[in-house]
């Protein structure tokens, strides 16, 4: 873990109320589930969001959440799967450490851009074969326009976050 240590050698980790990140984890993970994912996907990647380097085993995972293994498992898979997480070998073992990526929140919106583009394009499809003249035409036609504006409007968003994270002021990786 990287933290700063102190002049007795403690670290901000060593330091932590447990309990305190434990209610912060299952909070972040509440709001999460409440928003659409999945409960146990959400506790990992919340538990990974608050470990200081991003990155745990599936043991250390199963600890901190309390947790089966199995239930680690099909959480992870769902995350990989999403792009919000990585399996990684630890060298010399057989052991797979569990990481988020390098800018996660950007990853993440920058892969909802491609969903996006799918649905757009099957909207405007099925406007066609619909009808446009037709009240589900005219629907999916409105809903196809509305991905496509909040495309354009992500990637100009991105890209203002890409120059904030290079300025002075902005946290700079």
């Known amino acids: 873990m990287t933290s700063e240590t102190t002049e007795t050698g403690e670290t901000g980790a060593d330091r932590r109320d447990d309990e305190a990140v434990s209610?912060?984890?299952?909070?972040?993970?509440?709001?999460?589930?409440?928003?659409?994912?999945?409960r146990m996907a959400s506790r990992v990647f919340a538990a990974l969001l608050a470990d200081d380097d991003g990155s745990m085993t599936s043991a250390e995972l199963a600890l901190a959440l309390q947790i089966s293994p199995a239930a680690v498992s099909g959480a992870v898979s769902y995350l990989t799967q999403v792009s919000m997480v990585s399996r990684e070998r630890e060298p010399g073992s057989r052991r797979d450490r569990y990481r988020l990526h390098n800018e996660?929140?950007?990853?993440?919106?920058?892969?909802?851009?491609?969903?996006?583009?799918?649905?757009?394009?099957t909207l405007k499809e099925g406007a066609r074969t619909l009808g446009k003249d037709t009240p589900a035409g005219e629907r999916l036609a409105e809903?196809?326009?509305?991905?496509?504006?909040?495309?354009?409007?992500?990637?100009?968003?991105?890209?203002?976050?890409?120059?904030?994270?290079?300025?002075?002021g902005g946290k700079a990786d």
């Not at 996660?104 to 394009?121: G, H, K, M, P, Q």
């Not at 203002?160 to 002075?168: G, I, L, N, T």
């Open 23 to 38: 209610r912060f984890v299952e909070r972040f993970a509440a709001d999460m589930t409440e928003a659409g994912m999945q």
């Open 104 to 121: 996660i929140w950007y990853t993440t919106f920058a892969s909802r851009d491609r969903v996006l583009t799918r649905w757009e394009e």
């Open 143 to 168: 809903t196809a326009e509305f991905f496509e504006f909040v495309q354009t409007e992500l990637a100009g968003m991105m890209e203002r976050w890409r120059a904030h994270r290079a300025s002075p």
